[in-house]
């Protein structure tokens, strides 16, 4: 099945700031990268998705890159806000196909 | 429009006991999933439904385990025989169909605590 690490741990940043967190994935066929982000006491609301036929997506803030050579994938947020703290989740499918795989997550904290 | 949603948002059982968890996915999304997070992890696959039927319970843990979808919208996670390593946040996903080129969006989940 797929294995996804997640990188790092826990992030804490400077408002105004950049995040980057990173995933690597085993399975070659996979070809679906979606981010969640999970507010406590909240189910994991997607945030941006990106499929192998690209590299790069961008929605205002949030970008996520794409390496398929190297199997891993990053999500970016730039001009960090306090509402961007939050666990961020990234996943990749099993066999490219429905069932999820998830990281373990990240925590970031936005000091204000 | 309505995401999907999750009821009770908590259950509280003793061990042994007999506990069911709901569903309510979008309206229109034939795929429905069931996942399970434990405290500090990311979620982990139980089962999927395309329609009515379970297309993949390989994530359920044992036998106590069970779902169903009988008319192919509302689900119902029931766990027989409580046990205190059940305790976690059950989530329930849906999408427009079964495939990883569908979004699956997350109800807020259902907390169990099984004392």
């Known amino acids: 099945g797929e294995n996804v690490e997640q990188h790092p741990s826990t992030l804490s940043v400077q408002e105004g700031d950049s995040a980057v967190i990173k995933c690597t994935y085993s399975?070659?066929?996979?070809?679906?990268f979606p981010w969640y982000k999970q507010e406590l006491g909240k189910g994991p609301q997607l945030i941006i998705d990106?499929?192998?036929?690209?590299g790069e997506k961008k929605d205002q803030r949030i970008a996520v890159t794409l390496n398929k050579t190297a199997k891993h994938f990053s999500l970016h947020i730039t001009e960090t806000q306090p509402e961007d703290s939050a666990v961020y989740f990234c996943a990749a499918p099993f066999s490219n196909d429905y069932k999820l795989s998830f990281g373990a997550g990240t925590t970031v904290t936005v000091r204000a | 429009g309505a995401g999907v949603s999750q009821t009770p948002s908590n259950k509280v059982t003793e061990k042994g006991k007999y506990v069911e968890l709901r569903c309510d996915p979008i309206s229109g999304h034939t795929a429905l999933y069931w996942y399970r997070q434990s405290l500090g992890q990311g979620p982990e696959f139980l089962i999927y439904f395309q329609g009515t039927g379970a297309a993949d319970d390989s994530g359920l843990p044992n036998d106590r385990f069970f779902a169903v979808r009988p008319e192919g919208s509302v689900s119902t996670l029931k766990i027989q025989r409580t046990e205190r390593g059940d305790s976690a946040v059950y989530l329930c996903?849906?999408?427009?169909?079964?495939?990883?080129?569908?979004?699956?969006?997350f109800g807020p989940g259902t907390r169990l605590t099984v004392t």
């Open positions: 996903a849906s999408s427009l169909a079964g495939g990883a080129e569908y979004e699956q969006y």
């Open positions: 399975d070659s066929a996979s070809n679906y």
């Open positions: 990106i499929r192998s036929n690209v």
